[in-house]
T-cell receptor, first 113, second 115 residues
Framework: EAQVTQNPRYLITVTGKKLTVTCSQN?????MSWYRQDPGLGLRQIYY???????DKGDVPEGYKVSRKEKRNFPLILESPSPNQTSLYFC????????????FGNGTRLTVT | AQSVTQLDSHVSVSEGTPVLLRCNYS??????LFWYVQHPNKGLQLLLK??????LVKGINGFEAEFKKSETSFHLTKPSAHMSDAAEYFC?????????????FGPGTSLSVIP
C-alpha cells in the first residue's frame, strides 16, 4: 500500500531535549516536505526536499533541522525543543511536479513542556 | 506573492442541504489549486485538484470546485451534505512555474453537518 509513515504519533517531551520525528514514503517520490499545523493558521511549511541531499527552508524553519540521505526518508530534528514548537506535524511527499498532489502522513502531535 | 484566503473559518449546514466553502487566491502565474479534507485525528486527503484543464473539477465524495480566473476563486461545493462530510477543509495553491515546490495552505474551514 502506498503510504507516508510518520513516527511517533504522539510525543511529549521537555524543553531542550533533542528529538527526531521520522518520515518514510514507499512511493519513490522525489519531493518531501514537513508542515506544522496550528489552530487558525492552516499548515505552514517548515522544510522541503526536492531530492536526496537537496533541502531548503520553508516559511517557518527556525528551530528545526532536516536531512535527506535516502530518497524514502526525511526525518525532522528538533535539537532543542521549546514550548512554542508544540504543534501537530505532518510529513508529505509527491512526485515533485507542481501539479502533483501531496500525500500526507497521519501526523505527529508534539507537546513540549 | 502567493496567498490563499478561506472566507469562512466555520460553516454549518443541515444534512441534505448544499455545501459551499469559499476560497480566493493570489498568484503571480497560473497556479495549481487543490482542496484537501482532514477528518479528526487523521492526515489530509486530496478531494480534487485543478491544473489548467477543465475549469469545473469533480472530486471524490460528490464534491466539485470551479476555477474562476477573473474572480481568483476556487470555491468548493456539494449538492447535498452528509454527516460524514463534517471535517476541516483546506484550499491550497501551488505556484509551480516559478518555484514548483512552493505550496501555500489556506487557514482552513471547519464544516459542521447538523442532523
Amino acid at each position: 500500500e502506498a503510504q507516508v509513515t510518520q513516527n511517533p504519533r504522539y510525543l511529549i517531551t521537555v524543553t531542550g531535549k533533542k528529538l527526531t520525528v521520522t518520515c518514510s514514503q514507499n512511493m519513490n517520490h522525489e519531493y518531501m516536505s514537513w508542515y506544522r499545523q496550528d489552530p487558525g493558521l492552516g499548515l505552514r511549511q517548515i522544510y522541503y526536499s526536492m531530492n536526496v541531499e537537496v533541502t531548503d527552508k520553508g516559511d517557518v524553519p527556525e528551530g528545526y533541522k532536516v536531512s535527506r540521505k535516502e530518497k524514502r526518508n526525511f526525518p525532522l530534528i528538533l535539537e532543542s525543543p521549546s514550548p512554542n514548537q508544540t504543534s501537530l506535524y505532518f510529513c508529505a511527499s509527491s512526485p515533485g511536479r507542481g501539479g502533483s498532489p501531496l500525500h500526507f502522513g497521519n501526523g505527529t502531535r508534539l507537546t513540549v513542556t | 506573492a502567493q496567498s490563499v484566503t478561506q472566507l469562512d473559518s466555520h460553516v454549518s449546514v443541515s444534512e441534505g442541504t448544499p455545501v459551499l466553502l469559499r476560497c480566493n487566491y493570489s498568484s503571480s502565474y497560473s497556479p495549481s489549486l487543490f482542496w484537501y479534507v482532514q477528518h479528526p485525528n487523521k492526515g489530509l486527503q486530496l478531494l480534487l485538484k485543478y491544473t489548467s484543464a477543465a475549469t469545473l473539477v469533480k472530486g471524490i465524495n460528490g464534491f466539485e470546485a470551479e476555477f474562476k480566473k477573473s474572480e481568483t476563486s476556487f470555491h468548493l461545493t456539494k449538492p447535498s451534505a452528509h454527516m460524514s462530510d463534517a471535517a476541516e477543509y483546506f484550499c491550497v495553491v501551488s505556484d509551480w512555474k516559478t518555484s514548483y515546490d512552493k505550496v501555500i495552505f489556506g487557514p482552513g474551514t471547519s464544516l459542521s453537518v447538523i442532523p
